[in-house]
């Protein structure tokens, strides 16, 4: 059974800090989703990540894969307090005609202080 | 372009009644999904839809829920009876067909509480 976890499942940080959220998963795929979760809210797609050594930046994001580590890393660059919320890695494995069903890591709750 | 829809939003019952959660995936979209969030745990998935077909229906629970699309489009999860470990958010989310990322772009969430 694929698992896929996330480390730390919860991050305080201070504004203008960097911190990293590690996603590690357990079998070969080469589809890896980062999404961000508001309170109440739908999951908003962040990055998709496709191959190895994949890596992919949005404002303060930064989303990277290592097929062979079987992890990606999620870096926060100078975090302000419009970051916080809950993060989730999933990992989407191959059948029949697409990708299909997606495995979630536990997510993130990432708190930015002043 | 409207995004993924789901009815209700919040539902409340009591153990042994019955539920029908509403989705709408996003218009063209030929894949749909299903999963559900109980508190404290991860996101799982639950069944998946190819048009009115169902692909993969490996994670749901038990036949107690019961998913249909009927004409490819919007989608129905019944819960019946529904038990107190049902509890949970119900998210649906689709995709584009044969899409090499099969970005899966989701909805608000049912919020389901069985008491």
């Known amino acids: 059974e694929l698992k896929v976890e996330q480390n730390p499942l919860f991050l305080s940080m201070q504004e203008g800090k960097n911190y990293t959220i590690y996603c590690n998963y357990s079998?070969?795929?080469?589809?890896l989703y980062w999404y961000r979760q508001d309170p109440g809210k739908s999951l908003e797609s962040l990055f998709v990540l496709l191959s190895n050594g994949a890596v992919k930046q949005e404002g303060r994001l930064m989303a990277s894969l290592d097929t062979k580590a079987r992890l990606s890393t999620l870096h926060i660059t100078a975090a302000v307090h419009d970051l916080s919320a809950t993060y989730f890695c999933a990992v989407g494995v191959a059948g029949g005609t697409s990708y299909g069903k997606l495995t979630f890591g536990q997510g993130t709750i990432l708190t930015v202080h002043p | 372009e409207a995004g993924v829809t789901q009815f209700p939003s919040h539902s409340v019952i009591e153990k042994g009644q019955t539920v029908t959660l509403r989705c709408d995936p996003i218009s063209g979209h030929d894949n749909l999904y299903w999963y559900r969030r109980v508190m404290g745990k991860e996101i799982k998935f639950l069944l998946h839809?190819?048009?009115?077909?169902?692909?993969?229906e490996s994670g749901m629970p038990n036949n107690r829920f019961l998913a249909e699309r009927t004409g490819g489009t919007y989608s129905t999860l019944k819960v019946q009876p529904a038990e107190l470990e049902d509890s949970g958010v119900y998210f649906c989310a689709s995709s584009q067909p044969l899409a090499d990322l099969n970005e899966q772009f989701f909805g608000p969430g049912t919020r389901l509480t069985v008491l």
């Open positions: 079998t070969t795929s080469d589809r």
């Open positions: 839809f190819v048009k009115e077909s169902k692909q993969d």
